[in-house]
């Protein structure tokens, strides 16, 4: 996909998206997000070029950013353009999909001369993929950057016909389908008894089962009287199980709850699907809401089965 040659001299008096950026030298910003957007194009700017090369590898001469068999598959070529401009010229700049699967974030972190529209440098991951191979054209260069166990950063080493570094104008990614399930602490936890002494309770007594192939620390949410909140008070092994008494005596509801990978919401609930399932009605949320510090809503829970305990189904703990 061929980029136009850009006349400096025609250049949009642009405003700058971040305020503070060095003057001259490559300048550091902090971390701003662009994430393509299938079909939508921005105001004339960077990378609004005629059609170049893209997965097949036919555009012009000294452009050839296309995947071969050990960079994987083609997913997605994205042109660096302005995004947004008022009457004062571009007032944001960003990746734009130009070919494949809108699946990629891209994360300018460096800009030449503190020039918003010149980014040289960028992090970026893929949504489903292993990006294995990127390549960068601007100036009428090209530059790559390849690693088979994955690519995450990209610093380029572009020029422009006249030997001076240059921007990147637009990114091809290859790479391989992700198919590696994230490791996952996978509870559950069930009543088991009471724990009783001098016809006394003293608390009620749990078993959680980790079915995932990750440890994890977890917590607890209980309504009783008196009712109960913790917050990583105990550890369980990858497929093992462990042990935990709460100050309660007949509970009528409650939950375990954990932090873990974002990847592992396909196969678990987390709290804000909890929390939304049941309505903000209910007695137990009422009481993580208002009563906790509260569970974070990426957090993974699950119900503690056997509730609520009455004395038609109180076991008494035989620890002897």
Not at 75 to 90: L, P
Not at 127 to 133: E, R
Request: glycine share 12%; aromatic share 8%.
């Amino acid at each position: 996909m061929t980029d136009e040659t850009r006349d400096d001299e025609s250049r949009i008096d642009r405003r700058k998206l971040l305020r503070g950026a060095g003057a001259t030298g490559a300048s550091i910003l902090g971390l701003y997000a662009f994430t393509g957007t299938a079909g939508a194009r921005g105001p004339p700017g960077r990378g609004n070029g005629s059609p170049g090369r893209g997965p097949d590898g036919d555009g012009p001469p000294g452009q050839s950013c296309n995947c071969d068999e050990t960079d994987g598959e083609f997913i997605a070529k994205y042109d660096f353009e302005c995004i947004e401009e008022d009457e004062d010229g571009c007032v944001e700049w960003g990746f734009v999909l130009a070919e494949g699967e809108d699946v990629v974030n891209i994360e300018v972190v460096e800009v030449k001369d503190g020039d918003d529209s010149e980014p040289i440098t960028v992090e970026f991951e893929a949504d489903g993929y292993v990006v294995q191979s990127v390549c960068a054209y601007g100036g009428r260069d090209t530059d790559t950057t390849e690693d088979e166990d994955g690519v995450e950063r990209f610093e380029t080493d572009l020029t422009n016909p006249g030997g001076q570094q240059a921007a990147i104008s637009n990114l091809t990614f290859c790479g391989v389908v992700d198919d590696e399930d994230p490791e996952c602490a996978d509870l559950e936890a069930e009543y088991t008894c009471t724990v009783e002494e001098d016809d006394q309770i003293l608390g009620t007594r749990h078993l959680v089962t980790n079915n995932g192939d990750k440890e994890t620390e977890f917590g607890w949410a209980i309504i009783d009287s008196p009712d109960v909140f913790r917050v990583d008070a105990r550890t369980v092994d990858a497929l093992g199980t462990q042990v935990f008494t709460s100050d309660s005596s007949s509970p009528i509801d409650g939950v375990v709850w954990w932090e873990d990978d974002e990847g592992c919401d396909e196969i678990l609930t987390s709290y804000a699907e909890f929390r939304d399932a049941r309505g903000e009605d209910d007695d137990l949320i009422t009481y993580i809401e208002e009563e906790t510090a509260g569970i974070p809503d990426e957090a993974y829970v699950t119900e503690i089965d056997g509730y609520p305990v009455t004395d038609d189904n109180r076991v008494i703990c035989n620890d002897e």
